[in-house]
């Protein structure tokens, strides 16, 4: 039997080590760090809004970028979206960004469908994952994931409510992506009006049971900056690529003949809340929000569409592998009650067919019998005529032979005459 004698060595005894570096599995998320850096960041944002709201210029101010291209028109039937994907790079983090925009958004007289083409797009990214992870051979590395993990919902800087396109479309959004409701063009707006508007929309959204996405305040370190933003719902955000003088500096804003507009200035807009919260806070949260909730709803609700499902109807649980079986014994039996089915309508078909046609069969012999005894008829009358005829044929000439056994030959006498002229 081995014995441990516990040694307790007396605190003069230790000897400390100063680290001059990581030792252990703190260094996890240094590994992290490093391959994620490596790998690069992708992240996809969806944009709605009307047509000139300010879509581009709100896209390009948050990343400094210059991707505007040429204006839209107004006059699109339907409407369209507009994808673009940018490689950008800040020091030495790269991020494969898509934004992705309406066209043609609330332009046409019959609004009804305007948000079917968003709802289309955002769940064929979904169906494009799903087939990616149901792949025998997947390449998640190659795979660029298009799934929309934001959609910044632009609203007209009316001062008066939502429309009604706005809440139809966030109400059928809400569930399969990460809404931030945003008011464009804030600087049209008072600061006094904004605060009314902003309630007002707040409490629509509530009213109409539209979810929009919360900043979350589970997390220690971003939970007192994230409850105190969404306070701060929907954002006021302006957007301008102008550089303009204040003082000695130069900032990013508008001018106007009264003053000028400062966009990262927090007292002028929301600008500044918004790329806190989308860019340094919670884009991660944000992919994580659309893989864990609205890519697994989607998914969920696919698969039991095809069947599958967790448990069966003794509620006991069910694997992969039985509910394939059982779906393949159905999909066989199904084949078969339709093959027996399809047999029985044929033979029925047959029988039908041959029973018409041995109907028309009789039909055709009764009327070939009719047809013979016409003919027979027909030819016994013309034998009885034909005989008669013969009858009156030999009668004639035995009336001709026995009237020239009567008279004279007239010629002999006719021919004596002829001569004595002569
Ligand atoms: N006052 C004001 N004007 C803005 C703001 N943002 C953009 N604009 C102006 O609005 C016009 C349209 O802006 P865009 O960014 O092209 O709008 P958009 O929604 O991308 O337009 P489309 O892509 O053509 O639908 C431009 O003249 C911008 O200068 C803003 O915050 N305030």
């Not at 240094?30 to 391959?35: E, F």
């Not at 950008?88 to 083409?117: C, F, H, M, R, W």
């Not at 939502?162 to 931030?180: A, E, G, R, W």
């Not at 340094?280 to 599958?308: A, W």
Request: hydrophobic share 35%; proline share 3%; glycine share 4%.
């Amino acid at each position: 039997m081995i014995r441990y004698v516990l040694y307790q060595p007396r605190e003069d005894d230790l000897r400390c080590l100063t680290l001059f570096g990581h030792f252990g599995f703190e260094c996890l998320p240094h590994q992290l760090v490093n391959r994620s850096i490596q790998q690069g960041f992708s992240f996809n944002i969806l944009c709605v809004g009307e047509t000139g709201i300010g879509k581009s210029t709100l896209i390009d101010t948050l990343f400094n970028t210059n991707l505007k291209d040429k204006k839209s028109s107004h006059f699109y039937s339907n409407v369209g979206l507009k994808i673009q994907t940018y490689e950008l790079q800040e020091s030495n983090v790269q991020l494969k960004l898509t934004v992705v925009k309406t066209v043609g958004y609330g332009d046409q007289i019959n609004k009804e469908a305007s948000y079917q083409p968003i709802v289309d797009y955002i769940d064929a990214q979904f169906e494009a994952y799903l087939q990616e992870e149901l792949k025998i051979r997947r390449s998640f590395l190659e795979y660029h994931d298009s799934r929309i993990h934001v959609c910044l919902y632009f609203i007209s800087p009316t001062g008066h409510s939502l429309k009604s396109l706005d809440l139809l479309t966030m109400k059928t959004i809400d569930s399969k992506v990460n809404i931030i409701p945003l008011i464009a063009k804030a600087d049209t707006i008072s600061k006094s009006d904004l605060q009314i508007f902003k309630c007002k929309i707040m409490s629509e959204l509530a009213h109409n049971g539209i979810q929009i996405y919360q900043f979350p305040a589970d997390d220690e370190t971003t939970a007192h900056v994230n409850s105190s933003m969404n306070e701060h719902l929907p954002f006021a955000v302006v957007g301008s690529m102008e550089e303009v003088k204040v003082g000695k500096r130069m900032v990013r804003g508008r001018q106007y003949p009264w003053g000028v507009l400062q966009v990262e200035n927090e007292n002028h807009c929301d600008f500044v809340k918004l790329r806190d919260m989308l860019l340094c806070t919670n884009m991660e949260d944000l992919k994580e929000q659309t893989h864990r909730q609205h890519y697994e709803r989607y998914r969920c609700y696919k698969l039991l569409k095809m069947g599958f499902t967790d448990v069966g109807p003794d509620n006991q649980p069910i694997s992969f592998q039985e509910t394939y079986e059982a779906k393949k014994q159905e999909f066989y039996d199904r084949c078969l009650r339709e093959e027996e089915e399809l047999k029985h309508r044929f033979m029925q078909r047959v029988n039908e067919k041959e029973a018409a046609f041995k109907e028309a069969e009789k039909e055709l012999q009764d009327k070939f019998e009719h047809l013979k005894r016409v003919q027979q008829e027909k030819i016994m009358k013309l034998e009885e005529e034909r005989r008669q005829l013969e009858e009156e044929i030999i009668e004639f000439y035995k009336m001709k032979a026995s009237s020239e056994t009567l008279q004279p030959p007239v010629c002999t006498n006719l021919r004596k005459d002829k001569d004595r002229r002569k």
